[in-house]
């Protein structure tokens, strides 16, 4: 059994997804894990896939889709195993305020000084309002009193609105 990590992209149009995952299912591989979304005028596909095929084969079929605009990568990676999680608590991370460069960085950089593990960041840009939503991994060691604080320095700094909303994993 071999695990890849697959990324493809083209122009966002109808039959992306059905052309890419026909290939993996002619290739028995079954996808454990995916994202797939449009970013401005491009259909973006990231997955992992796990079956008995060959990297060579897989890629070679996946070569079809060159011809219709659509690029790929494929990295074989060591089979996922359990891990135990460290203890930490879910946080829904908002950032909204005018465009501007560095707002990612300089609210990724706080949270990777304090040890957040972001696990889904999104950003969407309207006319007049940039927003960014984190699904992050807050470790229950860390002083949520004092990364609130960071926080309100960060807001004023960036001059952006940030809002910090625990989930309540019961409810997922």
Known sequence: ?????????????????????????????????SAMTRLNDEFVIMLVVKGDTEKSSLENDLKSLEKEGINFTVKEVPLSKEKEKEDYQLYNIIVYGSDKPGIVYNVSKLLAEKSI?????????????????IQAEIPNSLDITELEKEVESLKDNLNVDISLQCVDTANL
């Open 1 to 33: 059994m071999k695990q890849f990590i697959i990324t493809a992209f083209g122009e966002d149009r109808p039959g992306i997804v059905a052309k890419v995952t026909e290939i993996l299912y002619k290739n028995g591989l079954n996808i454990e894990d």
């Open 117 to 133: 593990n972001i696990a889904d960041l999104r950003t969407e840009k309207t006319k007049d309002l940039y927003v960014m939503f």
